[in-house]
């Protein structure tokens, strides 16, 4: 029999952006994400975009499981594909969904006929199918509320598609629809979840991971490039940055207050973040912030690193709690990477008593103490630009 992947696109209040764009890169990021797979033909009609394997060795169930995770869906299910003719329809739905109507108590049958020619309409369609199926399976009870399964039947222009309950996307929006953003990752457990928050959202990802070896290890770099790998099944791949940060962190301890270690060091995180973003094209920097997580995130201090900032700061986590923080990175898989034990640069020199109310004159003459301008520089010229993708992590 054959069988198609039916993918129902998302945001259907589409305010201000073009939805043949919003299609079209929907379509582009399944193509991608599918084409290890083998080849697809993809059609569009009807907020359906049909996905048609073309050799009969493709992994459906691995292409299910890929679908999944692709954001600007808000469905998708397998689908028999018969000819447009009621005993072909009857024939198909048995073969096709009998051993799920097996499994279940209660149904009701769903259709739609978008060829107004052929000769049922949709309340008679559902009649005939559902008539023939509780022949068979005379256990069943048809429920229009609350059915356990949902037998849809769609009469195509060429063809009628057969399938039974719709898996649930991804939602959002298709990455790649709302410009691209500059992540700031560290190993923790915050800014992978901000990196797919956005993601959630249309935003493409670059990032950029700052690290001081030797007082962190290679290993810390390691988990930086698993966690990425995780949030890249979302967001597609990821091009990393990876910024030598030890000269400039030295030069903090060596010249300014202990009480503003922090503070400063995150300034300079964002001036070389928007020179990398810059660099990328990116529109916006992306952290795990979470207003009065650590004295570094008080409202003063997030309001001081804004300013060291030469593009709006987006920090999808700020008002969430840690717990529901974690409840998201269970999700996408990141929590178990995160919580390994790798010290991350901001862990090294951190003062005991730490300055939690800041102002940016304050920060300005802290910052005057030292000519940064060559440090920063090359932080930035040497960074090391790696692509991770989804298969760096397995
Ligand atoms: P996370 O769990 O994301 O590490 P956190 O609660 O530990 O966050 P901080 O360590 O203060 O908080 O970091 C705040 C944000 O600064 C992080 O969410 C991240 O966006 C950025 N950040 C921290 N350390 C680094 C790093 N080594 N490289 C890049 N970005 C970093
Ligand atoms: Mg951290």
Redesign the pocket.
Known sequence: MKEVILIKDGELALKGLNRSTFEDILVKNIKRRLSRLGKFAFTKAQSTITAEPLDDTIDLSEAMRQIGSIFGIVGYSRAAVCEKDLNEILRTAESYLGDALNRVATFKVEAKRSDKKFPYNSPAICREVGGYLLARHPHLKVDVHTPQLIVNIEVRDQYTFIHGNQQRGAGGMPVGTNGKGM????????????GWMMAKRGIELS??????PPY?SKRAEMK?HELLAKVAVYSGRIKLYT?C?TDIQEAIRDHCPEEMF?LVM?RH?MRI?SALAEKENAQAL?????VG??A??TIYALGCTDQAAALPVFRP?IGLD?TE?IELSRKIDTFDI?IQPYE????IFTPKHPKTRPTPALLDATEALYDWTDLLQTAIDTAKIETITQEEGL
């Open positions: 992540l700031l990752i560290s190993g923790g457990i915050d800014s992978p979840v901000a990032a950029v991971h700052f690290a001081s962190t930086v910024v940060f922090t995150r995180m973040a992306i952290t795990g912030e979470s997580q650590v570094s995130q986590c840690k923080i995160s991350d640069c901001c862990t």
